[in-house]
């Protein structure tokens, strides 16, 4: 059973950076699928960026509201995937996920519902 555990949330002043991380066990983070959402209060789930899984070239997929500022990598030794925040705004303020599956068509890839293995989620608040 693979299972995704979310760290490195916080609080960042606006402009700020942040870096979280999804460890992956049950599984090889090479061999999924992973995507990054988050929810903030009272809002839907908002799908951020995804990375295909290695045997598919690891192609990335962004949202056009974080493009420019938020970078997804993998570091297939440590079975991780991480989500660099830069630039961040009060309005990056949530919860946010990691999501994991073992097969997805790109176009699937924004689709939450599509995933099969969530975290937790840690929380981001970016105010001054």
């Known amino acids: 059973q693979v299972r995704l555990e979310e760290s490195g949330g916080g609080l960042a002043q606006p402009g700020g950076s942040l870096r979280l991380s999804c460890v992956v066990s049950g599984g090889s983070v090479s061999s999924l699928d992973v995507g990054w959402f988050r929810q903030a209060p009272g809002k839907e789930r908002e799908f951020l960026v995804a990375?295909?899984?290695?045997?598919?070239?690891?192609?990335?997929v962004y949202a056009d509201s974080v493009k420019g500022r938020f970078v997804i990598s993998r570091d297939n030794a440590k079975n991780t995937v991480f989500l660099q925040m830069n630039a961040l705004k009060p309005e990056d303020t949530a919860i946010y996920y990691c999501?994991?599956?073992?097969?997805?068509?790109?176009?699937?890839?924004?689709?939450?519902?599509?995933?099969?293995?969530w975290g937790q989620g840690t929380q981001v608040t970016v105010s001054s």
């Open positions: 990375i295909r899984r290695s045997g598919t070239g690891g192609r990335t």
């Open positions: 999501a994991a599956d073992r097969s997805l068509m790109l176009s699937s890839l924004p689709r939450g519902e599509n995933y099969d293995y």
